[in-house]
């Protein structure tokens, strides 16, 4: 699984700090940070969907597909 790996990916692709993207996305700025540091950190799908539609992309892709390497990832706003 590749979450917290994706997420810290895509969210400095886009410059922002923890608390732009909480702000952003309604998702409480420790929780992002939680999610980029923690293996197991057993994120709500309310959480998933609120950050998966800010970067244009589907939780599935979120949680499983290495973004960093697939660069051509279309969508990501």
């Not at 790996?5 to 939680?34: A, D, H």
């Amino acid at each position: 699984m590749y979450l917290n790996k994706n997420l810290r990916y895509l969210r400095n692709s886009k410059l922002l700090s923890y608390r732009q993207l909480g702000k952003l996305t309604g998702v409480n700025f420790s929780r992002i940070r939680k999610l980029e540091t923690e293996e197991r950190s057993n994120p709500k799908l309310d959480t998933l969907k609120k950050l998966a539609d800010y970067f244009g992309i589907t939780i599935d892709e979120l949680i499983y597909k290495d973004l960093e390497k697939n660069v051509s990832v279309t969508g990501i706003k």
